[in-house]
């Protein structure tokens, strides 16, 4: 059973609004709750020996929310960065942002490098999903591709181009909130990622949660296109 080990958990973290709702709060307070979640999770990765965490935190459909609800997120996202910078550096925690980061305000995108330069070569990396597409980071690197020339291993020339670059591919996807679909996440890293998904929203996603999502995993026959062994 203890051969399948996870190297990369990806989460799409969704159900902050229900959440926020549901205890008559503003949506706002929803992904404040959620904030934490993540920063639980974290450390449940890091425990369980998972080398990556990558969450999806903003999409490019995102966009499309309220004013104040983007902003809010973006106000979020700057705060995170500036309360997390010491804990991540004394745990050596790497981040690394994918995505779009020139949607982003300059002195966010300015936050960002500056965190992922001071966390550089942490043994544990949290990828943050901002302003991401999947389709987007297709074409972005369709576009890297044709430009750079490739050897003959297309697959991998062309993952070099996207913005995941040097990250395997996730081995389990994670989904709260009882959505079953993928959201425009990870489309070409999620080839063979197992998919766990639970009807609890993202701010309740518990230390049980966590290890029933692993615990599924585990029990999977991981074949790739091979035969049942
Ligand atoms: C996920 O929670 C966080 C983001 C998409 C930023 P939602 O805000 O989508 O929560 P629901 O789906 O409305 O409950
Ligand atoms: C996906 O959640 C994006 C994030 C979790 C950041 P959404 O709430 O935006 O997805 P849909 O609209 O339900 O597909
Ligand atoms: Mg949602």
Same mark, same amino acid.
């Given at each position: 059973?203890?051969?399948?080990?996870?190297?990369?958990l990806?989460v799409?973290?969704?159900?902050?609004?229900r959440w926020?709702?549901?205890?008559?709060?503003?949506?706002?307070?929803?992904?404040?709750?959620?904030?934490?979640?993540?920063?639980?999770t974290?450390?449940w990765?890091?425990?369980a020996g998972?080398?990556?965490l990558t969450?999806?935190?903003f999409?490019t459909?995102?966009w499309? /929310?309220?004013? %104040? &609800?983007?902003a809010?997120?973006?106000? =979020? +996202?700057?705060?995170?960065?500036?309360a997390?910078?010491?804990?991540?550096?004394?745990?050596?925690?790497?981040?690394?942002?994918?995505?779009?980061?020139?949607?982003?305000?300059?002195?966010?995108?300015?936050?960002i490098?500056?965190?992922?330069?001071?966390?550089?070569?942490?043994?544990?990396?949290?990828?943050?999903?901002?302003?991401?597409?999947g389709?987007d980071?297709i074409?972005?690197a369709?576009?890297?591709?044709?430009?750079?020339?490739?050897g003959?291993?297309?697959?991998?020339?062309?993952?070099?181009?996207?913005?995941?670059?040097?990250?395997?591919d996730?081995?389990?996807?994670v /989904?709260?909130? %009882? &959505?079953?679909?993928?959201?425009n996440? =990870? +489309?070409?890293?999620?080839?063979?990622?197992?998919?766990?998904?639970?009807?609890?929203?993202?701010?309740?996603?518990?230390?049980?949660?966590?290890?029933?999502?692993?615990?599924?995993?585990?029990?999977?026959?991981?074949?790739?296109?091979?035969?049942?062994?």
């Open positions: 059973m203890e051969n399948r080990k996870i190297e990369h990806a799409i973290m969704d159900g902050n609004g926020a709702k549901k205890h008559h709060l503003p949506r706002l307070a929803g992904h404040r709750a959620g904030a934490e979640s993540l920063d639980r974290m450390h990765c890091k425990e998972i080398s990556y969450v999806y935190a999409s459909e995102n499309k /929310r309220s004013k %104040g &609800e983007v809010g997120l973006m106000k =979020l +996202l700057s705060h995170f960065i500036k997390k910078e010491k804990e991540l550096i004394k745990n050596g925690i790497a981040f690394r942002v994918i995505g779009r980061r020139e949607d982003l305000s300059p002195k966010l995108q300015k936050e490098a500056a965190l992922e330069e001071k966390t550089k070569g942490g043994d544990f990396t949290l990828v943050v999903a901002l302003s991401y597409g389709r980071e074409v972005r369709a576009a890297k591709f044709a430009e750079q020339g490739h003959d291993n297309l697959e991998e020339a062309f993952a070099s181009c996207l913005d995941t670059a040097g990250i395997p996730p081995d389990l996807i /989904r709260t909130s %009882g &959505e079953l679909r993928i959201s996440f =990870l +489309l070409w890293q999620a080839a063979y990622a197992e998919f766990y998904f639970t009807d609890v929203l993202w701010p309740d996603f518990d230390k049980a949660e966590f290890d029933k999502a692993i615990v599924s995993f585990s029990k999977r026959e991981r074949r790739m296109g091979g035969r049942l062994k």
